[in-house]
């Protein structure tokens, strides 16, 4: 096949989807091979100069279930049961900084979602940054839920104020990183995947950055320069296997010892766990654990996302 074949356009901004699929068909160009990878190093520099310190990732895990979980509710209508929250502070230091989860059964959790997320992020005006477009329509249909409440809560208008000051079109509207990516970033092992399970092991392969911060068991470590957290203790998150490096989201090991319960390590699978945390009569040391399996798996979500960011930031530095 030539470049011809598949009527490659330019786009307006970054790479356009045909030129992503030159690059998967054709390979990388030739002054990228060395690296291994396309990175747009001075569209994304360009592009982080509109950014502000500290930056705040975030992600969120939804179910939509035809029975809903709560009285009053309607079929398929959005419950955010929980979030994630990292943040990368301009000097380098990153924290796990906040999560939410509330999985109790029969507890709508949705204005209580969007006031903690709301606490988590209006303490300064650092830029909020999330994966693909979720979360902004997460956010917007819970807007729509709080309007449309015969009885809603008093703080309904400081919620509203906030989830328009950060969905699009907002003051202080997210950055999709899935789609930063999208025109900025290819490596051949993703084979044109810009999901974040398939970014995050192509910068991991890549990265020295990467693999001397996170080949050493720093995060969740209580030493000096160790990276805070919620759910990890001195976790070694660059592994070497003989493929290459390990997938981090198989390190989230299963929710019960025998392996019975799959691990908590994908959406699908925190959505199934929330269903059990409504449904079933499960014992409270079950109940814990499957809780404590969904908070690691939001955790590595967004802590994904500050590796990929500094995979990109420190590629920049090594040209300019």
């Not at 500290?54 to 955010?80: C, M, N, S, W």
């Not at 660059?238 to 994908?266: C, F, H, M, S």
Request: with cysteine; aromatic share 10%; net charge negative.
């Amino acid at each position: 096949m030539k470049q011809d074949d598949l009527g490659i356009k330019d786009a307006a901004d970054g790479l356009s989807n045909s030129q992503r699929q030159w690059l998967q068909i054709g390979g990388l160009p030739p002054e990228c091979v060395d690296d291994g990878f396309y990175l747009d190093r001075d569209g994304l520099a360009n592009e982080m100069t509109g950014w502000t310190y500290p930056y705040h990732l975030i992600d969120f895990e939804t179910a939509a279930v035809a029975l809903p979980f709560h009285k009053g509710r309607r079929p398929y209508e959005q419950v955010a049961f929980q979030f994630s929250h990292h943040v990368l502070e301009s000097d380098g230091s990153v924290r796990h900084q906040d999560e939410f989860l509330l999985a109790e059964p029969g507890v709508f959790p949705n204005y209580a979602f969007v006031r903690a997320l709301r606490a988590a992020l209006i303490g300064d005006q650092g830029t909020v940054m999330r994966w693909s477009h979720h979360e902004n329509s997460i956010l917007n249909a819970i807007k729509t839920q709080l309007l449309e409440d015969a009885a809603p809560p008093d703080d309904m208008a400081a919620l509203i104020d906030f989830i328009d000051s950060i969905t699009k079109g907002g003051p202080r509207a997210m950055v999709d990183l899935a789609d930063v990516a999208r025109r900025r970033y290819f490596h051949p092992s993703t084979h044109g995947s810009n999901s974040i399970k398939k970014v995050l092991p192509s910068v991991l392969i890549s990265s020295d950055f990467l693999k001397a911060a996170y080949g050493q068991p720093c995060y969740g470590s209580a030493k000096g320069g160790g990276i805070p957290s919620h759910n990890f203790t001195d976790m070694l998150w660059w592994r070497r296997t003989e493929e290459g490096v390990t997938d981090p989201y198989k390190l989230l090991l299963p929710v019960t010892a025998n392996a019975e319960t799959p691990a908590v390590n994908q959406g699908g699978a925190a959505t199934n766990a929330y269903l059990c945390l409504q449904f079933e009569d499960m014992p409270d040391a079950h109940r814990l654990v499957t809780e404590k399996a969904l908070l690691r798996y939001c955790e590595l979500d967004t802590l994904a996302m500050v590796m990929i960011l500094q995979a990109w930031q420190h590629w920049i530095l090594q040209v300019n």
